[in-house]
Each structure stands twice: as structure tokens, then as C-alpha cells.
């Protein structure tokens, strides 16, 4: 019995904790990306749809129940299934931490992004258990999001590693050294304003989410006190600059010849943009209608991924060797 479980035993942990890059290392990787982009749509219909107190307290359901119950209605299985998405989102992050912690020694980076998704996971659902307590705070619950699309951008970096030190055509098309000299500079500042205009386009919508009428709950919730025409406004300037350093790169990477891994991610980053944007100009004529809102927060799920993954294109393949 003892000889016949052992190799068993060791096939499963070398699976979930191999030794060198593989399938399941990417697909963890790509596990945690996708799953906390989920939890952006989710998170979304609970405010759309008035759930958002729809299990009034936190970590119980109510004081007298961890799980919503049938009287509490449709909002109650709405918000109590946003919370057990989190069960998810732990599972995936141990995983995914299992999978690259015997690959710290040659790649110790891997090792500390799953730890800070994992930390983030913990910290978001803190945030989520304060939000409720606060009664949806908008300040708290724009905090709530921007922790979910950074976590989205640590997860998009590691599926980008992750893939460049597993297959071999990705390491050649992205190979360091091929972006050099002027150019390399430019794909740096490029990458970086490209993170930061889509860090701050994400942040200052959540202060035009706060000050929309979509509170998360059908009863008088507290919202910001800005002007909506101005914070539109003020929201739409770093979209501005996303969209002008996109174009930019998406310029130079054609006419310099940069690689085409660079080129594909640049094209569907500027797809994602002008979409987005378009998306953002319909809801402000059309009285922020519900469903376009959905789209324009999974939009923005899209875009923490893209411009992550885009710009760490960039600092990838204009590195030294």
C-alpha cells in the first residue's frame, strides 16, 4: 500500500507545486486575473441592481444568519452571492501561491505578487465588510473598487512573466534587447503614463460613480457632493492622455518595427479605449442607464488588465539583456 501511494502523492504535489514553469503555473496565473475581473462584474450588478445592503451587516448575512434567507428577497441572494465569491478568489490565491512558491529562488517575483494578491484579497474583503457597516460610503466604496483593479494588474503581470519563461515562442518574440537606444526611452515613458492615465481614469470614475444616482441600495444612501458635469470632466482628462500615449505607441510600435507581441496588446488596448470611452459618452447624454454602466465597469476590469499587460510589454522587451 505504502509503495503504491507515495509516486501518487509526490505526481500531485509536483503539480501543484512544480520546480519550473508550466501549464498549471500560467494557469493559476490566469485563474487569479479572471476571477478578480469577475468580482468587478459582480460587484457591479450588486450596486445596479439596489443589493448592495442586501445582507445589512457583515461578516453575519444579518445578526442572526452567516447566509441571506428567503425573506430577504432577490437583493439578499444577489449581495450574499457577491461575498461567497471571495471563498473563490481565496481558494485560487492559495493555489496560486502553491504553484510558484518552490520557483522563488529563480523567479522570487512570481512569490511576491501572489502573496500581495493574496494580502490585497484579504484586505479587499475588510473593505467590503466596512463598506456594508458604513452603509455604502462612496468614498469606501470606491476604495472597495480600486483594490479589485489593482489586483486585476498584479495578476496581469504574472500571467505576462509567466508565459515568457514557459513558451518558447513568447520568450523569443519578447526577448529583451530589441527595443533600443531612443526608442527604448520612449516605451518606457510611454508605459508608464499608459499605467498611470488608466489608474487614474479608474480611480476618479469611481468618484462619477459616487456621484450618480446607481447608489447600490433603493433607499437614501449618502453620495459625493460634486458637481456631476465637472467630475465627468474631471474623469474624462486622464482618459484623454490614455488615449493620446496609446495612439502614440501604437505609432511607434508600427513604425519602428517593435515585436509583435507589443503590437497586438497596443492594438486591443486602443480597442478597449476608444470603446470605453464611447461607452462613458453614452451613459452621460442617456441619464447613466444601468446597462451601460455594467459594460463600462467590465470595460474597466479590461482595461487595469490590458494597460498592465501593455506596459509591462514595454519595460519587457526595451530592457537590457
Not at 519578447?174 to 533600443?180: N, S
Not at 474623469?235 to 518595427?257: C, I, K, S
Amino acid at each position: 500500500m505504502t509503495t503504491t501511494t507515495r509516486p501518487a502523492q509526490s505526481s500531485l504535489t509536483d503539480r501543484l507545486m512544480p520546480r519550473e514553469v508550466t501549464g498549471w503555473v500560467r494557469a493559476t496565473a490566469w485563474a487569479s486575473l479572471l476571477a478578480n475581473a469577475l468580482l468587478i462584474v459582480t460587484g457591479g450588478a450588486v450596486r445596479l441592481t439596489g443589493s448592495g445592503l442586501g445582507c445589512p451587516t457583515w461578516p453575519r448575512c444579518t445578526d442572526a444568519s452567516w447566509t441571506n434567507t428567503p425573506a430577504m428577497g432577490l437583493h439578499g441572494y444577489i449581495e450574499f452571492g457577491n461575498r461567497t465569491l471571495t471563498l473563490l478568489l481565496v481558494l485560487i490565491a492559495v493555489l496560486t501561491f502553491l504553484a510558484v512558491l518552490r520557483l522563488r529562488d529563480r523567479h522570487p517575483a512570481y512569490l511576491r505578487i501572489a502573496v500581495a494578491i493574496a494580502v490585497l484579497i484579504i484586505v479587499q474583503a475588510v473593505v467590503g465588510g466596512i463598506t456594508v457597516r458604513t452603509g455604502l460610503n462612496p468614498w469606501i466604496v470606491g476604495i472597495h473598487f480600486v483594490l479589485s483593479s489593482l489586483i486585476v494588474a498584479l495578476a496581469a503581470v504574472l500571467v505576462n512573466r509567466t508565459r515568457r519563461a514557459s513558451l518558447e515562442e513568447v520568450a523569443v518574440a519578447e526577448r529583451r534587447d530589441q527595443v533600443t537606444g531612443q526608442q527604448a526611452r520612449r516605451a518606457r515613458v510611454l508605459g508608464v503614463v499608459i499605467v498611470v492615465s488608466a489608474g487614474l481614469a479608474i480611480y476618479l470614475g469611481t468618484l462619477v460613480t459616487g456621484t450618480g444616482p446607481h447608489s447600490g441600495d433603493a433607499a437614501v444612501v449618502a453620495r459625493h457632493s460634486f458637481n456631476p458635469y465637472w467630475i465627468t470632466r474631471l474623469h474624462a482628462a486622464p482618459v484623454y492622455v490614455l488615449v493620446a500615449a496609446t495612439v502614440a505607441a501604437v505609432f511607434l510600435a508600427r513604425r519602428d518595427a517593435w515585436p509583435a507581441p507589443v503590437k497586438r496588446v497596443l492594438a486591443l488596448l486602443a480597442v478597449l479605449v476608444v470603446a470605453q470611452g464611447l461607452l462613458g459618452y453614452y451613459q452621460f447624454f442617456n441619464n447613466v442607464p444601468a446597462l451601460a454602466v455594467a459594460l463600462h465597469m467590465a470595460g474597466s476590469a479590461a482595461i487595469a488588465a490590458v494597460a498592465t499587460m501593455a506596459a509591462e510589454k514595454l519595460f519587457a522587451v526595451s530592457a537590457p539583456r
